[in-house]
C-alpha cells in the first residue's frame, strides 16, 4: 500500500509540474524558471524510476555493486539539480525542498544501514516507505506554493 502511495504521490507531482509548464508556456517567464520546471519533472521522473524499479537492489543482485556506489550516483543528480538551480529556490520557500531531501536521505540511509546489516529495524521498510512518502509530500508542497507565486509574479 505504501509502495503505491510513493508512486501516486510523485505522478501528481509531475502532472502538476506538466500542468504549470503547459499553462505558464503562452506566458513570458523567464527562461530559467522555464528550466526548473522542466527539470523538476525529469527528476520527479527519474525519482519514479527509482522508488519502482529500484535498480539499486537489481544491480547489486545482477552485478554486484554495492548500494552506496548507486546511491553516490543518485546524490550526484539530485544535489546538481540544487546546486543549477538554487537562485530560483533561494527565492521561494525552499525550506520545504530541503526538508523533502532530508526526508529522501533518511530513506536512503535506513536503506543502506539495513543492506549492510549495520542498523536493522523491525520495521525498517515501512519506516523507509514513509520516509520517501514524507519526502514526496514536501516536494509537492514546494511546487503548490512556488506555483502560488509564480502566478503572483506574472498576472
Not at 523538476?40 to 554486484?64: D, G, Q, T, Y
Request: glycine residues 2%; aromatic residues 20%; charged residues 15%.
Amino acid at each position: 500500500m505504501l509502495e503505491y502511495t510513493k508512486i501516486i504521490l510523485l505522478l501528481i507531482t509531475c502532472f502538476f509540474i506538466l500542468f504549470k509548464l503547459i499553462k505558464l508556456r503562452s506566458r513570458n517567464i523567464k527562461g530559467d524558471e522555464w528550466r526548473f520546471l522542466l527539470s523538476s519533472f525529469f527528476l520527479s521522473l527519474f525519482l519514479i524510476l527509482i522508488l519502482e524499479i529500484k535498480p539499486h537492489h537489481m544491480l547489486r543482485a545482477n552485478f554486484n555493486i554495492p548500494n552506496t556506489i548507486t546511491y553516490m550516483f543518485y546524490f550526484v543528480i539530485v544535489s546538481s539539480y540544487f546546486f543549477v538551480f538554487r537562485k530560483i529556490l533561494l527565492r521561494f520557500k525552499y525550506i520545504l525542498i530541503i526538508i523533502s531531501y532530508m526526508f529522501l536521505g533518511l530513506a536512503n540511509t535506513i536503506d543502506l544501514l539495513s543492506d549492510g546489516q549495520l542498523f536493522v529495524l523491525a520495521y525498517n521498510e515501512i519506516v523507509e516507505d514513509v520516509f520517501h512518502i514524507l519526502g514526496i509530500v514536501f516536494w509537492l508542497l514546494f511546487f503548490l506554493d512556488y506555483s502560488k507565486r509564480i502566478k503572483i509574479k506574472y498576472l
